[in-house]
């Protein structure tokens, strides 16, 4: 019996300290992030800093985001045409391909294999230079840290991601139009025209974009900071860049719902 | 590392492709069309309803596309919709054609349908087409069945 | 009055006490080495002088200014005038030695490409490695990189070099290279150096002072000759490396026969 009780406080005293950890790490992710935001002058200033990281988070990520929009719009035009051809309204398989895309997919899966292929390569980085003294080395010269490779890093990829988002979306229409007007024979017109009509700007594409944005910002946020803040040994930079890509994963999933339920229009 | 006029370059290739992306979803992709390529002659037709009809939908005889919507706008004289159709020019009909808005499927997309008159004259660019029927409305229809369900046992 | 002057300062990690009041003056012009064993805090110590942590109690001064108080503008500003080489040179992997070097120039300075380019050959000439300028740091070896750092260190012309280690790990002929041209950048420059290492021998022949630190403190100093001659049992075992003496060769612990008593008990 007393081992039982015993055991019990051990886990919820596990749970609290759990707790407790999170919150203060949380707190401090905060301070971090206006940290970043403040010393972000010379990421405009000294714009090559910038365009260094939009090389790296952005022209890197190019080839994995338009293979994979083109796989997924394959795949939605033949699913979609499946489930709407039983209906007499293969026509519309345009319309399901895109909004699909620009509303949800396009944002979340870009910014998923964004988190897990320019995020952590931002993590690993930045980690690697904690880890190996330079950015010790580089506050000792009077260079601010956070100015010079963190804030650089964090604008890079808030720029990248929505334009990888609107390029997986567009290659993803692209691949639906492949497979169901090419392929099985859908109508051209039809297939276009109907979309167009089903489309709003302003709803549609904007709230995607917005979405992008949103995550864009925080899987940044969140590479830089597991980089900046992780354990200066080669097991520690290993468990940032995981913690990276998982934190990354829920936060996008998660706001993804959340961002939805304000937009959407009972 | 690479130079820095090739960084610049790649990410300015970079920039460009997001945009010419984001322009091709704002613009949802215009210019793609079978008939535009082809020559066509424009003919009109005024219905009391078109129903949801929208520009560039299909425009089919006996279930062959033979061109498509171009325009359509609002009459304020007759309280009609006009709808511009383009049609093949390898399609000949008779003046007294007649144009009907239909469903493909039960809830498909609508199309103007043509059915070829008897005339000898041909459609010519410009002319109008005088017998039109509007598109089912399918609200009216049920609220017509109701009326017409309720209007019977009075009938015996 | 001297460039860097510690009073009684003390200073812990948490808990664990590794400082317990140390006073120690660097006087322009002069190198100063700080030995003792591993661990002892020596690292701690270049710390508290470029600001990187800050003091439990004691003043560590620099140049009249008392750096624990010192905000991050006017700290900066201090640490411009500081070059401080990394106990494993902390070279910026993603740039080649020359943007390396020229690094603190392109940060701190306007200068014209053509002039930084100048300055930055003539540093890895003092250092002897004008020839690897395009070189990545993952081509040098470990002396190379110690030797870049170095000129990186300098590149600003600093008041004040701070060194940890810069012998670690270096064969007796590059070990003698660093040496002298430690001694050469400090008079060239008219800078003064704190040199925190392990190695007596060559300490000896290039410094004008030296500290040794055990247990947190101060525990023997003086010029060259002076440590030489010494008769302190401390600096007896540090001079003629001998195993154990004064500096312990364990780490403090329990006795390891309450370890095996635990265990028959
Ligand atoms: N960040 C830290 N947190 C907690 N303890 C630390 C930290 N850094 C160092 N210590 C402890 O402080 C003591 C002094 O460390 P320091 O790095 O100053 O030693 P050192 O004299 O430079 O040793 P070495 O000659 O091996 O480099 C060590 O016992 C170490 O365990
Ligand atoms: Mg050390």
Redesign the pocket.
């Known amino acids: 019996m007393n081992g039982l009780f015993a055991g019990l406080a051990a886990g919820l005293r596990h749970v609290g300290k759990l707790t407790i950890d999170g919150i203060w790490r949380l707190g401090f992710a905060t301070r971090f992030m206006f940290a970043v935001l403040l010393a972000s002058g010379q990421s405009l200033t000294r714009i090559h800093l910038t365009i260094r990281e939009l090389y790296f988070s952005g022209v890197l990520s190019l080839l994995i985001i338009t293979v994979s929009g083109l796989f997924v719009g394959l795949v939605l035009g033949l699913q979609g045409y499946d489930i709407l051809q039983r209906y007499g309204s293969a026509d519309a398989v345009g319309v399901m391909v895109a909004l699909s895309l620009l509303r949800e997919l396009g944002p979340v899966i870009a910014a998923l294999l964004f988190a897990s292929r320019a995020g952590s390569a931002i993590t690993a980085e930045i980690g690697l230079m904690k880890t190996t003294e330079q950015l010790k080395a580089m506050d000792m010269m009077a260079v601010n840290p956070i100015a010079r490779v963190v804030a650089p890093r964090f604008w890079g990829g808030v720029l990248s991601m929505p334009l990888l988002a609107a390029l997986f979306s567009a290659m993803g229409v692209f691949g639906g139009w492949l497979i169901t007007v090419v392929v099985i024979g859908v109508d051209d017109g039809a297939f276009w025209s109907q979309m167009q009509a089903a489309v709003e700007f302003d709803y549609d594409v904007l709230n995607g974009i917005i979405k992008s944005m949103v995550f864009g910002t925080v899987v940044s946020l969140i590479a830089v900071f597991e980089g900046y803040d992780c354990e200066p040994t080669a097991e520690g930079v290993s468990r940032a860049i995981t913690r990276t890509v998982v934190t990354s994963a829920l936060a996008i999933l998660a706001l993804d719902f959340v961002l939805t339920s304000f937009m959407f229009r009972g | 590392m690479m130079s820095r006029t090739a960084l610049d370059l790649w990410v300015g290739i970079f920039v460009a492709i997001g945009f010419a992306a984001l322009v091709f979803l704002a613009m949802k992709v215009g210019s793609f069309s079978g008939i535009n390529g082809s020559e066509s002659y424009r003919v009109e037709a005024a219905f009391d309803n078109i129903g949801g009809l929208k520009v560039r939908a299909p425009v089919k005889s006996a279930g062959v596309l033979i061109g498509r919507v171009q325009g359509i706008r609002f009459d304020t004289d007759s309280y009609r919709a006009v709808v511009q159709l383009d049609i093949d020019k390898r399609f000949e009909f008779p003046a007294d054609t007649s144009a009907s808005i239909l469903t493909s499927g039960l809830l498909g997309e609508q199309y103007v349908g043509l059915e070829a008159g008897a005339d000898v004259e041909p459609l010519k660019e410009g002319d109008r087409l005088m017998i039109t029927q509007s598109a089912v409305v399918l609200e009216k229809l049920i609220g017509q069945f109701l009326f017409d369900k309720a209007a019977e046992p009075a009938a015996q | 009055m001297p460039l860097v002057s510690l009073r009684d300062v003390r200073f812990a ?2 808990e ?1 006490s ?1 400082l317990r009041g140390i006073d120690l003056d660097v006087h322009r012009g002069q190198v100063v080495a700080i030995m ?12 508290l002088i470029g600001g990187q942590l800050k003091a439990n109690s004691g003043a560590v001064e620099v140049a009249g200014h008392e750096v624990g108080k010192l905000g991050r503008a006017e700290l900066y500003a201090m640490r411009r005038r500081m070059g401080m080489l990394f ?1 494993f040179g902390a070279l910026f992997t993603d740039m080649s030695v020359f943007d390396n070097v020229a690094f603190p120039l392109r940060e701190h300075t306007d200068l014209p490409p053509t002039m930084i380019r100048d300055l930055v050959l003539m540093k890895l000439q003092a250092v002897g490695l004008r020839g690897a300028a395009s070189l990545r740091p993952g081509e040098l070896s470990g002396g190379m990189a110690r030797r870049v750092a170095l000129a990186r260190a300098v590149a600003l012309d600093p008041m004040l070099i701070l060194y ?2 810069p012998f ?1 790990g270096l064969d007796p002929i590059s070990l003698g290279i660093i040496g002298q041209l430690i001694r050469r950048l400090n008079d060239a420059l008219g800078a003064s150096s704190v040199m ?1 290492t ?1 190695d007596v021998h060559e300490s000896l022949e290039i410094v004008d002072y030296i500290y040794f ?1 055990s247990d947190g403190r101060i525990v023997a100093q003086g010029t060259p000759d002076e440590i030489r001659a010494s008769a302190d049992p401390f600096v007896h075992q540090f001079v003629n490396a001998e195993a154990d003496g004064p500096v312990p060769f364990h ?1 403090p612990a329990q006795p390891i026969d309450s370890l095996l008593g635990g265990r028959s008990a």
């Open positions: 990690y948490g664990r590794v003792g064993g591993s661990g002892c805090g020596k690292t701690t110590l270049l710390r106990q940890d280690e670690a925190v392990h630190v780490y």
